[in-house]
């Protein structure tokens, strides 16, 4: 379909919510009716030649007893859904009174199969149906979506003269008129935009940044692509057409499966209609969601695998309901379960913010083949370095680097996602990395590489072209250190978190002697009864036989430090050099020291401002004062003359 004809479509579909709704609902609801409609007459028109032959044959099937019928139903519809109601759309607009045209309506609706009575419950458009009968606005509304100014059947429109009036809809135009009334509707809605749909732009870099590393890997076959929140659908869409261009490229015949997970009753409505729309049917099928179904403590597919990853999950969203549904801290769930020190270690991270369980989850999915698994996720800034050492955010941060998961972390510019402008990262995982990357991972900075928008679209003010995302490919690939790319060795992103003790003193007397040990209770005694003394003796707790005297440690002196893995001496050298020499009593409490990760682009992209030199300052300075000399006395000679009269 050319893009004039394709825009044509969309406009007049877009003017019929403007035309039919305006006085009914609030246009940020616009959608609950436009989205929903515009699925039916699809499906409708999908199913006009095979009509009279589903019908026959559910006659038949009743006759003869049968109650499981679906598989031979889609048979006679030769597609993956049917409806076996004797009405059309057309035949509802000759229904007489609006009350009998609601009831025609709901027949109709109850005569599709399952897979579009989801769609249609996840939309809850059979509670605004009675709205539309009521203001009898249901008959122009079905009215509209067959007007003769737009086909959206697979068939095209001719003339009796053979002239064609419109070109078919194949189901790949049909998916993009619907993905497009997708996106106005989500970009009407600003504030929601960025809960369940993430910008082209951002998911083009993520798919190619998944398939183009191994694109001369590829082979004919199948393989399965899974976004564990896929909101409608998009990265699933555009990660299918990377990979089906990639393979016309190449010459492969690749087919793609796709798999997802949402739990927004609409959205998932929307992700399902629109494979069907595609007619894509096992695809549709396994898009699984609704209510109540959350990735997180409902996992619609445990054992499962996938060959690609693409996901937005949310991030700085609460997920306390999930976490206590899987066990909590306690979970048995075996994708948080993560081996940390050679031992199997719940990794759950604080119930404000879940984004890392979904990393997590994507992880648990990577294959073992000869290809692995690749994942593009995005997060905001906290999955780098919230969370404190052996807590579950850094557990699941040094598994993925101690298991040498991570190839990239990229930095997108700032206020790229509509409704947020906080800085965001693609994190970019492989479990095959190749030879040249193993050991190490690579941080880009992309924040200076976008195009700037002509109007903000909610908070999105700039997008990545396709220039931006070829230097993020080019800087991936060449895996060299330059000012927008810098390579590091896996245990750089790790330290010990040591703590430091210093011993509790007292002075000498009143109840206090510093030559004998004291038991638990006594030194409980002692902090009740007296003021600790900086200068005072140190408190002794145990003298082994032929060991070094144990002192108590001062809970208000504890201190802690960060040692870098890679610091060279380790924790020793680091605790001589930077400690003992300000606190030469100070020792570490080797059993508290804990490992963690975290990430700072601040650290190693960050650009001090240049600043101004004594010479423009002072030259700026002279310049006002030129500008403004004679100015004070102007005005007070203007008063003093006013004062005078």
């Known amino acids: 379909m050319n893009p004039a004809a394709h ?17 009914l609902f609030n246009r940020g609801k616009y959608r609950d009716v436009i989205l929903p409609m515009c699925v039916l007459r699809r499906l409708d028109a999908v199913l006009e030649p095979t009509k009279q032959a589903v ?16 598989y031979a139903l889609c048979n006679a519809s030769g597609e993956a859904f049917y409806n076996t109601s004797r009405f059309t759309l057309r035949d509802l607009t000759s229904r007489g009174t609006q009350q009998q045209l609601q009831a025609d309506f709901m027949d109709y609706l109850d005569g599709f199969s399952a897979n579009v009575q989801e769609i249609l419950d996840n939309f809850e458009f059979r509670n605004i149906v009675p709205r539309l009968s009521k203001n009898d606005v249901l008959g122009s509304v079905v009215q509209k979506f067959l007007d003769p100014e737009i086909n959206l059947s697979p068939r095209p429109v001719v003339l009796a003269d053979g002239t064609v009036r419109h070109e078919a809809m194949d189901n790949h135009a049909m998916g993009t008129v619907f993905e497009e009334l997708v996106r106005k509707f989500n970009e009407e809605n600003n504030e929601e935009a960025g809960e369940h749909w993430t910008p082209r732009d951002a998911v083009a870099l993520m798919a190619r940044l998944v398939f183009e590393p191994v694109a001369d890997k590829l082979k004919s076959g199948s393989y399965l692509l899974y976004d564990g929140a896929c909101g409608t659908g998009g990265m699933l869409t555009v990660g299918e057409d990377t990979l089906q261009d990639i393979a016309r490229a190449r010459g492969l015949d690749i087919n793609a499966y796709l798999y997802g997970q949402e739990i927004n009753p609409e959205t998932y409505a929307i992700c399902k209609a629109d494979m069907l729309l595609k007619g894509e049917g096992e695809n549709a099928d396994n898009i699984r969601g609704g209510a ?17 990853m693409l996901s937005n999950p949310p991030y700085g969203k609460a997920w306390k309901n999930d976490q206590e549904l899987i066990g909590g801290k306690d979970t048995r769930d075996p994708r948080f379960l993560l081996v940390i020190d050679g031992q199997e270690t719940p990794c759950i991270t604080r119930s404000s913010d879940g ?19 690749r994942i593009a996720q995005v997060h ?7 969370g404190d050492a052996g807590g579950g955010e850094s557990n699941i941060r040094r598994y993925l680097f101690e298991n040498d998961l991570v190839e990239a972390i990229v930095a997108l510019p700032l206020n790229l996602f509509y409704n947020t402008g906080i800085a965001t990262y693609v994190w970019v995982l492989t479990n095959r990395k190749p030879e040249h990357r193993r050991g190490k991972a690579q941080l880009i900075d992309a924040t200076t590489w976008f195009k700037p928008l002509r ?27 330059t000012e927008h790319s810098k390579v590091f060795d896996n245990r750089a992103f790790g330290y010990h978190k040591v703590t430091v003790e210093r011993p509790l003193r007292f002075k000498q007397g009143a109840g206090f002697d510093p030559k004998k040990v004291y038991k638990a209770a006594e030194i409980k005694k002692l902090k009740a009864e007296l003021t600790p003394d900086p200068d005072g003796e140190p408190v002794i707790r145990k003298r082994p036989k032929g060991g070094a005297v144990e002192y108590e440690p001062d809970t208000d002196l504890r201190d802690t430090e960060q040692v870098p893995l890679l610091e060279p001496g380790g924790i020793a050298a680091f605790f001589d050099r930077e400690v003992l020499p300000h606190a030469p009593d100070a020792w570490i409490d080797e059993s508290k020291t804990k490992v963690g990760y975290e990430v700072s682009f601040t650290r190693y992209f960050y650009k001090p401002p240049v600043l101004r030199s004594l010479e423009a300052i002072r030259a700026d300075i002279e310049a006002l004062e030129k500008e403004t000399e004679g100015l004070l006395q102007e005005i007070v000679g203007t008063k003093g003359a006013a004062s005078h009269a």
């Open 7 to 23: 825009n044509k479509i969309v406009s007049f579909i877009w003017s019929i919510a403007d035309d039919e709704l305006r006085d």
């Open 292 to 308: 109540g179904f959350s990735t997180l403590s409902n996992d619609a597919f445990p054992a499962e695998t996938f060959d690609f």
């Open 55 to 70: 019908l026959d044959l559910k006659t038949k099937l009743d006759a003869d007893g049968i109650t499981e019928q679906a």
């Open 355 to 373: 984004q890392l369980m979904f990393l997590a989850n994507l992880v648990a999915k990577m294959q073992d083949t000869p290809l692995g698994s």
């Open 455 to 481: 109007k903000n679209l909610g908070k999105k003010n700039c997008e990545l072209s396709r220039e931006d995302i070829d230097r993020v490919l080019k800087a991936f690939a060449d895996f060299e250190e």
């Open 380 to 386: 905001n800034g906290s999955s780098l370095f919230t």
